[in-house]
């Protein structure tokens, strides 16, 4: 199947009051979190950012659990928000992460996905920390929830080298902003199926290895709970090898 397929049934809510001109676009793609009750906390923590300036990208990958009255709902308080709606399911979060990047309209663009929650001014320090220094992206640390009663530890903590990342993914995904000319000079995430579980670490990797400048920023973003998640894309499909 090539890309442009899953696109098919794609319909765009933007509000008209919607800003022209936001400084980060944040992108979300969602599936099935309502269900959880992991949304509604997921959200909130977006529209609390003490950075106001953004619109809120949330693809909606053919949830079928009220989803899609939650998101609705909000986007009527609240015009950042932007919402793009599948009635079919890909299964493939490469896909609708990379239909968020093509729709932002902000010059840098930021992720979080529907299982974390941010810390409040975790938009304003990362921005500070990109315009302070000539980087591509910016990334900083990442609570990781674990199941029962197994501690937490952070992603992101490690120090950043080339040998340690083609072991081992040290960066959160949840917890980045990056320049839109990133993804023009390096590419976007790929959306094979083969990689659906690892496909934020080939394009860490890729990038890297292109030349793309990384900083970090030693604070936590916040908490990623989809590793404490039996519906977790973590938990439900196999860690392919990465060759």
Same mark, same amino acid.
């Given at each position: 199947?090539?890309?442009?397929?899953?696109?098919?049934?794609?319909?765009?809510?933007?509000?008209?009051?919607?800003?022209?001109?936001?400084?980060?676009?944040?992108?979300?793609?969602?599936?099935?979190r309502?269900?959880?009750?992991?949304?509604?906390?997921?959200?909130?923590?977006?529209?609390?950012?003490?950075?106001?300036? =953004?619109?809120?990208?949330? %693809? &909606?990958?053919?949830?079928?659990?009220?989803?899609?009255?939650? %998101?609705?709902?909000?986007?009527?308080?609240?015009?950042?928000?932007?919402?793009?709606?599948? &009635?079919?399911?890909?299964?493939?979060?490469?896909?609708?992460?990379?239909?968020?990047?093509?729709?932002?309209?902000?010059?840098?663009?930021?992720?979080?996905? &529907?299982?974390?929650?941010?810390?409040?001014?975790?938009?304003?320090?990362?921005?500070?920390?990109?315009?302070?220094?000539?980087?591509?992206?910016?990334?900083?640390?990442?609570?990781m929830?674990?199941?029962? &009663?197994?501690?937490? =530890?952070?992603?992101?903590?490690?120090?950043?080298?080339?040998?340690?990342?083609?072991?081992?993914?040290?960066?959160?995904?949840?917890?980045?902003?990056?320049?839109?000319e990133? =993804?023009?000079?390096?590419?976007?995430?790929?959306?094979?199926?083969?990689?659906r579980?690892?496909?934020?670490?080939?394009?860490?990797?890729?990038?890297?290895?292109?030349?793309?400048? =990384?900083?970090?920023?030693?604070k936590?973003?916040?908490?990623?709970?989809?590793?404490?998640?039996?519906?977790?894309?973590?938990?439900?499909?196999?860690l392919?090898?990465?060759?």
């Open positions: 199947m090539r890309f442009e397929e899953f696109l098919q049934d794609q319909r765009v809510l933007r509000d008209e009051r919607a800003p022209d001109a936001p400084k980060v676009s944040v992108v979300m793609p969602t599936y099935c309502n269900q959880e009750g992991l949304l509604r906390e997921c959200v909130n923590s977006v529209l609390a950012q003490t950075m106001g300036d =953004f619109e809120y990208v949330i %693809i &909606d990958d053919g949830s079928a659990d009220g989803t899609e009255d939650v %998101i609705r709902d909000y986007a009527r308080k609240d015009p950042r928000i932007v919402y793009v709606r599948h &009635d079919r399911n890909s299964g493939l979060p490469a896909v609708r992460t990379n239909e968020g990047i093509l729709l932002a309209r902000a010059p840098r663009v930021a992720f979080i996905f &529907d299982d974390n929650v941010w810390v409040p001014d975790l938009l304003e320090c990362l921005m500070a920390r990109m315009d302070a220094e000539a980087t591509d992206a910016v990334y900083c640390n990442t609570e929830l674990l199941p029962g &009663d197994k501690p937490s =530890f952070l992603l992101g903590q490690w120090p950043f080298t080339e040998e340690l990342l083609w072991t081992l993914n040290t960066i959160p995904n949840g917890g980045c902003l990056f320049r839109r990133f =993804f023009e000079k390096y590419g976007l995430y790929d959306p094979h199926l083969i990689l579980r690892i496909c934020d670490w080939d394009l860490w990797l890729r990038s890297y290895c292109q030349g793309a400048r =990384f900083a970090h920023l030693d936590v973003s916040g908490t990623e709970r989809g590793t404490a998640s039996a519906y977790s894309i973590g938990n439900t499909v196999t392919d090898y990465k060759v």
